[in-house]
């Protein structure tokens, strides 16, 4: 499902953020990617869904070659790559299912069945109650829960997320992490960059770890620290 | 699943517009008052088109032929003056028809010339295409042989000549300037909008939404500002000039106004809407391109 082959990326201005990093994540993973403040993380989780581009090596994503993908294509990859992100991102001026519905709307989905998409969706994720709800209406577990409703409405191959519990205390976050293993069952593949150790610890996944931009730990049922 | 590029870029622009109903307001009215302007200009020319040909019908070369000219070689001078640059008609009128001329301008006391023998010369009278060539016709007219006299209106020519040659430049550069403006004035607009919803762009982008649906109605709300303000800056000034036609014409009815026909007004609403969409389309492409990667 993603593969990275010898993969350099240096900003522009000389940050080299990560250096020859090679990784296969196989469909149906689910994937902690760890490691201290600019180790790479987000620089990684960017070059999946196409925000960078590497300076050297080759990403695959869900049997496409990113590096030499067309503009025009990449709207079409990212409608099979959920993303999550610290800050939610929601729009504060929609309701939560206008927000989860604005992912179908203008990728050219809408009526019916986009209206039965959402609702279930919503809840999956537990908040078909708050529905009508505004984003600043809601805590910050529950807005992140409509990130990743809107995130998986569209039924991703992938589920990307960069450190999706940073603005969460432990229990939120322990549900957030609940919600995503919940989608890996139902066949999709997860990549989740943290820094939450304890839940890392608790839920025994494939861990990659990275120092200085160079993968250090690659294993099964890792923990947060080795 | 439809697929509704379209359906979606209406209902956005038009929530957009209303939305943002105070710069688009703004905007609209702008483009209106740019596109007045356009307007006034083109009904100025037209205008100063009806009137010049009016006057320039009257600038009439005459160039006297001496007593004795024989027939033919007043019809070998005619043909010679067909032939020069700047010629719009050529007229012979004989030593009778001049004669005649002047009884109609007795009138009812033509009497008075009777049993005179005619005192008047032939003449060649000689229109140009433009007032203009007025003086450069005269030059060559003067050097033909058999010629006495010529007459011609030389100040009025020139200024004339000067007058358009400054009104067209005038109107000319009057558009350019305020389409500049309103190609900003939309820009501007387009702008705000952008970075009003730069974080929901963000979002699009990252859920796979394509730059049409992107960019479609920052588009079309331009398309459609530029033809609201085509339509109210043509209102405006047909209104304006259809009150003033009337009000002027009951006051000084000499002079010469055109009115305009409904194929002179669907053409102005016409242009003024075009030039609305062009302008409210560049404004709206060149603010996307600076302030959006698109
Ligand atoms: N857009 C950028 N331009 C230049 N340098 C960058 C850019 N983004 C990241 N970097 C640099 O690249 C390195 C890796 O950054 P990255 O954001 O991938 O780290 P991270 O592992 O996500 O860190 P954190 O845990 O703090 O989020 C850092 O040194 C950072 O300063
Ligand atoms: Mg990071």
Redesign the pocket.
Known sequence: MIQLRDVTKE???G?L?LSHVNLDIRKGEFVFIV??????????IKLLYREEVPTEGRVFVAGKDLTRMRRREVPFLRRRIGVVFQDFKLLPDRTVAENVEFALRVTGYNGRDAKRAVAQVLSMVGLKHRAGAYPGELSGGEQQRVAIARSLVRNPDILIA??PTGNLDPDTSMEIFRLMERANRYGTTVVV?T?ARHIVDSMRKRVIE?RN?TVVRDVRRGAYDD | MRYTLVGYVFSETHKSIWRNRMSSFLSCGTTALALFLLGVAIIISLNLDYIFTDVERQLEIQAYLKMETPDEEAAALVKMCEGMDGVAGVRFVSKDEAFEELRQMFQDKAAVLEGIENPLPASIRITTLRAEDVPKVVEQVKELPWIDDVIYQEEASRNLAVLGRVTQALSLGGTVVVGLVAVTVIGNTTRMTIEARRHEIAIMKLVGATDGFVVGPFVLTGIVLGILGGLLGAGLCLGLYNYLTESLGKVLPFIPILSLSREAILNITGILVLTGVAVGTLGAALSLRRHLDV
């Open positions: 900003y522009p201005g940050m953020a490691g201290h403040s600019g180790a790479g993380k987000s620089t990684l960069d450190e960059a820094h990275l931009g």
